[in-house]
């Protein structure tokens, strides 16, 4: 019995009257870009966020990139965030020209060290990144109360946490800007690319609106140097339809996230910690294990499929590598070495949770390396 770690068009069955109604809407109307379905789902999205503009835009790295850029930063300055993240999030920094600052991350929850940061502020530091990283959002308070102090701008990295709280407030509303992916396996999927840049300040509203659609404030007439970044009528519409189940189905993993913690309890693995001030939303159920390796590998020959988040911190990228002295980052090198993210789509279900902890939990690393 083979379990795959994410199936999403098994996602969709349930979702297909409305899913073609969406698509239908959209082909009448003859409009594809720039239209009332994203009007529509920049207000829901904007409300579902608890803030009061959402900007849609091409994807997730472009949303880091406007949000940046929205702010001014650019050659010579300075970004903190962490290694311990996807690629794109550097990569928008470096699309700047900016320079990426890479701090630590908490060995815990895996989201930035708070207490890293003050160490990494220069005189060149223009914004903080923080990444909230498998749905659970960083430790926001201190990040944000350090930025204030050193007049910093800080522009969340909510790729991964639609819908995630801090301290009972939504993901996206605690810093100045916050940027969303849509890409299709994210809690929030589109059918193709697509991302949002949402934030409560009118003037920041205003300057991504122009840097998303050619710099153009009406037709024809151009005052910023803008880039061609929308998210389509088409996947707007899709996600409108999304958007109304999205605490349901963030509230389905959830629900596998905390029948794996039960089940794996007394373990030799690790699951994920669930700091205090969060209520997540589990974009991946990442657990840690001294033999990740080794353990990955019996899973799959159980027919269970998991993937590491990420194998390689950004630090380590051979894209990165003649950018210098980057610090030694000992918390995201051992993540990087023993995490390991175990199937929690929303299509899992009781049955299938239940096997997959049974079989992590069923893992002996030394009886294992004996027979092999
Ligand atoms: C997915 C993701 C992005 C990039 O989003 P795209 O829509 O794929 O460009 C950025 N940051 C994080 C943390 C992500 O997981």
């Not at 590491?308 to 000992?330: G, K, N």
Request: glycine share 6%; charged share 20%.
């Amino acid at each position: 019995m083979h379990i795959p770690f994410t199936d999403i068009r098994a996602q969709d069955k349930e979702l297909a009257p409305r899913l073609k109604n969406a698509v239908e809407r959209v082909l009448r109307s003859g409009r594809y870009i720039m239209g009332s379905e994203l009007e529509a789902f920049e207000k829901e999205f904007a409300a579902y966020c608890e803030t009061e503009h959402a900007i849609g835009v091409g994807s997730g790295t472009e949303a880091l990139f406007l949000a940046l850029r929205a702010c001014g930063i650019g050659p010579g300055d300075e970004v903190i965030t962490v290694s311990h993240t996807f690629i794109a999030t550097a990569l928008a920094i470096t699309w700047t020209g900016a320079t990426p600052i890479f701090v630590d991350i908490d060995s815990a929850t895996y989201t930035m060290a708070p207490k890293a940061i003050e160490a990494a502020v220069t005189p060149r530091t223009r914004a903080i990144v923080p990444v909230h990283l498998y749905g659970q959002c960083a430790d926001m308070d201190p990040i944000v109360a350090l930025a204030e102090d050193h007049d910093l701008w800080v522009i969340e990295d909510a790729a991964q946490a639609h819908g995630a709280t801090y301290k009972g407030r939504r993901a996206g509303s605690l810093g100045h800007l916050a940027c969303f992916s849509f890409y299709p396996t994210k809690n929030l999927g589109a059918y193709g690319d697509g991302g949002a840049v949402i934030t409560k300040d009118p003037a920041l509203n205003r300057r991504l609106r122009l840097l998303r659609n050619y710099g153009q404030s009406e037709k024809y007439h151009h005052i910023a140097e803008g880039y061609n970044s929308r998210l389509d009528e088409m996947q707007a519409a899709l996600l409108r339809v999304q958007l109304d189940v999205l605490d349901q189905r963030n509230q389905k993993r959830r629900a596998s996230a905390q029948l794996y913690t039960e089940l794996l309890k007394g373990t030799a693995v690790t699951p994920p910690k669930i700091a205090s001030y969060a209520q997540p939303v589990f974009h991946q159920y990442v657990i840690r294990s001294a033999h990740r390796d080794a353990l990955q590998s019996f899973l799959e020959e159980h027919g269970i499929q998991t993937l590491i988040h990420y194998p390689i911190p950004i630090h380590r990228q051979e894209v990165y590598a003649d950018t210098p002295s980057f610090p030694s980052l000992p918390h995201t090198e051992a993540c990087a070495r023993e995490v390991l993210s175990l199937p929690i789509g929303i299509e899992i279900d009781e049955n299938t949770v239940r096997r997959v902890a049974h079989c992590v939990a069923s893992y002996e690393p030394n009886q294992h390396a004996v027979s092999a």
